[in-house]
């Protein structure tokens, strides 16, 4: 059973940035693709960002490409989403996920495990 805990959500400026990290605990965290997700109130909850395994591939919304940035570091069983230039239509509960599968890494059934959740709230 693997647990994810998010953290570094908060209360931001339109323009500014954050960086959400996931920290990983009782699985082996490389041969798990890693996801992050987001849900807005009212709203479906929609694919953010994901990266494969070894870090050699990452996949984006087309409409945060060039803003937010995934990574991860394995020896730190963490995931990290770096988002900037951050925009109103960003608030939201973030949420991290983790996956054994190597494809359709877009899609919420790709993964087996979720974290809780972090808000980010970005002001106009």
């Known amino acids: 059973q693997v647990q994810l805990v998010e953290s570094g959500g908060g209360l931001v400026q339109a323009g500014g940035s954050l960086r959400l990290s996931c920290a990983a605990s009782?699985?082996?965290?490389?041969?798990?693709?890693m996801g992050w997700f987001r849900q807005a109130p009212g709203k479906e909850r929609e694919f953010v960002a994901a990266?494969?395994?070894?870090?050699?591939?990452?996949y984006y919304l087309d409409s945060l490409k060039g803003r937010f940035t995934i990574s991860r570091d394995n020896a730190k069983n963490t995931v990290y989403l770096q988002m900037n230039s951050l925009k109103p239509e960003d608030t939201a509960v973030y949420y991290c996920a983790a996956g054994s599968r190597q494809y359709g890494l877009t899609s919420r059934g790709s993964y087996d495990y979720w974290g809780q959740g972090t808000q980010v709230t970005v002001s106009s």
């Open positions: 990266i494969t395994r070894s870090g050699s591939a990452t």
């Open positions: 009782g699985g082996t965290f490389s041969s798990y693709a």
